[in-house]
């Protein structure tokens, strides 16, 4: 089981910068991947952000490339995204998600709102 917990959320002006962590703990070899997904206002879908894989390998939802970044630090099992020249469209509660075949787990959210 792996438990996971972010931190970072806030409001900030359009234009500004962000950085979500997101903290794992419990069963942390396990994990393969690392996801943030947002879920904006009056949404119920989540939608992937960006995802980073044990290897490293990353990718990202079209509307953040070039703006994102997703990484990781091993040594303190966390994981971050950097969101820079945030867009009101970028208003959403972020959630962090790991897994591996068969499983995943969710994190508890973290609210970003920017305003205009």
């Known amino acids: 089981q792996v438990q996971l917990v972010e931190s970072g959320g806030g409001l900030v002006q359009a234009g500004g910068s962000l950085r979500l962590s997101c903290a794992a703990s419990?069963?942390?070899?396990?994990?393969?991947?690392m996801d943030w997904y947002r879920q904006a206002p009056g949404k119920q879908q989540r939608d992937l952000v960006a995802?980073?894989?044990?290897?490293?390998?990353?990718i990202y939802a079209d509307s953040v490339k070039g703006r994102f970044t997703i990484s990781r630090d091993n040594a303190k099992n966390t994981v971050y995204l950097q969101m820079n020249s945030l867009k009101p469209e970028d208003t959403a509660v972020y959630f962090c998600?790991?897994?591996?075949?068969?499983?995943?787990?969710w994190g508890q959210g973290a609210q970003v709102t920017v305003s205009s």
């Open positions: 998600h790991a897994g591996a075949s068969g499983w995943g787990s």
């Open positions: 995802r980073i894989t044990t290897g490293g390998s990353t």
């Open positions: 419990g069963s942390i070899f396990s994990i393969n991947v």
